[in-house]
């Protein structure tokens, strides 16, 4: 089983900038995707940004041109750096990966999904 930790987030004043990181451990085979999600208060969790084992990325509409995805696949770490932040950004930021439990399940296309316990950024006008 994978456990994702987050850190890096916090309190910034719009315009500023931060940069999330996730880190993977545990016993698995390997990692797949990796994403990040955001739920503010009083809102559905929604995708962020999401980036595949060979590098492709996709972002919600709302933060293309302002956020980054990025992965270090031999450290299992998904990165987010957040650029020209925006009060509407403000809210807690889970990462999510799926992921091989075993050799077996890699040969069997199975995966799992896996969550961490999410890190609060607040955006200040």
């Known amino acids: 089983q994978v456990q994702l930790v987050e850190s890096g987030g916090g309190l910034v004043q719009a315009g500023g900038s931060l940069r999330l990181s996730c880190v993977g451990s545990?016993?698995?085979?390997?990692?797949?995707?990796m994403a990040w999600h955001r739920q503010a208060p009083g809102k559905q969790r929604e995708l962020v940004a999401a980036i595949t084992r060979g590098g492709s990325t996709n972002y919600a509409d709302s933060v293309k041109g302002r956020f980054t995805i990025s992965r270090d696949s031999a450290k299992n770490t998904v990165y987010l750096q957040m650029n020209s932040l925006k009060p509407e950004d403000t809210a807690v930021y889970y990462c999510?990966?799926?992921?091989?439990?075993?050799?077996?399940?890699?040969?069997?296309?199975?995966?799992?999904?896996?969550w961490g316990q999410g890190t609060q950024v607040t955006v200040s006008s």
């Open positions: 545990g016993t698995f085979f390997s990692i797949n995707n």
């Open positions: 999510n990966a799926d992921y091989y439990h075993s050799y077996y399940s890699k040969a069997t296309e199975e995966l799992t999904e896996g």
